[in-house]
């Protein structure tokens, strides 16, 4: 418990670990208080996901170098993929899709483009490894393809069309899942070399004992999942009270919240002129959520849902994910990086995010 | 007035000048010719074009560096924005944004094409700095994101739908000009090192004494003014004596028309192996009119116009913009050019001239 | 006739051609066994095709480099094109469009990921010249924008619709072909140079006397379309015995059998490390097909077909053209090629494959 106590003490952010007992507490004694549950679970959510990033680096750390790599592209996301299985199992399926779509968006334009636009505030002009962001985009543009085939078949459509679709989405769920696994056995191991700046690691410094390390993660994914409970019942009826639509939060506010330990990975990396590791931390994610995190709750769908999930989004947010793998083909093609482009990838962010913010609630 | 005379009796275009007397004597004569009014207004505006263009660059060259750059980047398509301006305070609002799509268009597809062909078919193979490319096609995608956003939103309607799209509009058109202004920090002031061959100034062979010079914009500024008025009221029936749809002549002949001062300019510097040049003018014209003319046309529309306009476009116009974009960034990413590659680019733009011609009226 | 029975001796694909008679045969005597003819004239259609590119091959050898690259360029679809006219005879519009856009897709991405994965699985990284790969996906994109635009024009309808969409296809069909032309001029005569590899060329290893060549040129395409006559007509019933989707079968079915003997030598370039060939064949296929087979067919439906055709595709078959252009132009983009690429490019393909197995029937 020594290194976990103390690691807690040196990390500010982890300070607001104080919330996750508050926010349970508040759930039994204000159940209807539902802004107050957002706030208070969305302060909890932020240093568990910490918390748990730190964590399974510690684990990854131990295990060596092929099956650490392996551990971390699986469990990298473990809070979006624990905050999407309660939205999954309450059956919540349109937060479920806006939160994977928003996910991938804020993952590559916004953690991106600030990594960028830090970095560039402080060096004039900074490079990165653009095998590595190639790989990474070259995933995301698979991901995308996957994503628009399903709106296009229905677009077609007909009465047999849900259940093709549900078929189709299936398929397309292995077929990620294979893809992401190759991507692995490559970039870990048959071409390992073209990856120096290895693929997601790096920053965890100092890492636990293996069984501390064990033992956090379990109980913290614990936390997380009963936090996640209450955040996914209150985040619809806050969203009211703020006057936010339903799409905007799954889009913009789940997604920052779910991705907020990994961010404050990144920008801190771009600040030390590691560009390499924040371009990983941001396009690794998006691939991640994209090609397993996606995938898996398709499948999951069919053990723990109400019914069987599909992979057909929302015209809208297909096309918002094909222009944010655009876009970060565009920007990570060079290699290089300045203030300004970090600080394009944001507008096309802030395009979304005002798009979003003003649709009509019920359109999402 | 000895230099500007002097300019005019060296350059052949500017003979045209006598046609600025013409038709304004013709509209008071004979207002129902709608044809020969379009005619001539179009042979009036294209040597104003040039002057304006030239005073513009006098009053910059004398101004310095920063503040030069950034007067030709406000008012270099002073022309384009005047005859919108009309068009706008006359509700022609199809008018102004099928010239404001054709402008970026025939900018990205028909100057740079010409510019690569005929630098081309003279030299074996031409290099110009992609930096500066990149920059722009950087924000031209910008553009053509926030071009799309608005029919997508439309496109998933509901009642409020008008009301949203102005709202969005106005965010959108203070981000692109927001957006234009940092790109101008960054070309002109932080990074100003990568962008060797300049801007887009250099085609100003001899510069004006500065009185000249802004007497000269003040005066030409307001006869582009008075034509424009003639040009716009002829332009829609002189188009039906012709046979062209309304697409066609907003999106083609206005935009041509409009830009005929900049083509000339970027056409010779093709011509003299200054593809740098050449490419600078093409698509930074192209983004000054995506970023710049558009938005201040919309936000200028609640003062000036009958009703506010907002930035949704006709979705064949949306993708031909983005086709455009792409082109363009396709087609300038290696830095090099042959006369294949103009073809290749003029033959993008000829497909859309070739729709639009053949477009049953009213769907433009 | 002596090189031509030892080259059939040496080849083991061509000892297929004894089902050249057998499937002539069987459509007389068992007309109704559909499923029958259609496995027969599959088997009997591959060898042929292979004899028809070594015959091509062989006259294009013998007439000099120019001219041999436009004879390649010409002819090197001949197979595609014969099945292509015989279903345009029957009046089999929606087939001759699945396979036309399907040859463009199984090209792009099948011919071209296999050839990256068994090149890939032999060397562990591969280079090829991206001049000629650029070159191509330029065309590509071309195609891919001209038969977009029909499509954009017939969703903003109206009633004269089909005649105005008839007329864009002939005026678009047109300038494809002179695209197609200037690019032959282009990569042959002007800028030769900078295409080291040869187009298409190099994979005749021995060639035959110019008389034997023009005979089998002349004979084997008469065998074509006589077994692409019985291969149209039992395709449709087959798929039905098959379970396969009418969109299914033009698309990969009808694609895949039609570019058997350029996938033959694709495969062969890439495990020889002979990449360049490889490419060139995948993509000047791509582009032969979408900028010439395609525009001919149009031209040659006022002929020969009941009606005449335009270039107005299903939205899906347009979009999946698109995504593997841009597919294309990502994966070639380096210049470089390891395994990974070829299973990103397979997964597209197989992306789509899926979507239209599973397609209800009449959609496509």
New interface residues.
Partial sequence: MGPLLSHIGNTRLLWLLVFVPVVLAAAKLAPESHTLLFVLSVLAIVPLAALLSHATESVAARTGDAAGGLLNATLGNLTELVIALTALRAGEYMLVKASIAGAIVANTLFMLGVSFLLGGLKY??QEFNRVSA??QA??L??AT??L???S??A??G?E??AA?VQ??SV??AV?LIV?YA??ML?SLK??RELFVAGHDGGHAETSWPMGLALATLAGVTLLVALVSEIFVESVQEAAVTFGMTPAFVGFIVVALVGGAAEMASAFSGARKNRLDLSVGIALGSSAQIALFVAPVLVLLSYVIGPVPMDLQF???AV?MVL?ST??A???TN?GRS????G??TL??Y???A??LY???P??G
């Fill in positions: 004039h002009v190639r790989l070259g995933l543009f698979l393809v996957a628009m085939i399903p296009a078949v677009v077609s007909s047999a069309k093709i078929e189709l398929g397309l077929l893809a190759l991507g490559y048959t071409h929302w015209p809208g096309m222009l655009l876009t083909a565009l920007v060079g300045t203030w300004f482009v600080v394009l507008m096309v802030t395009i979304f005002m798009a003003l649709l009509p019920g359109t």
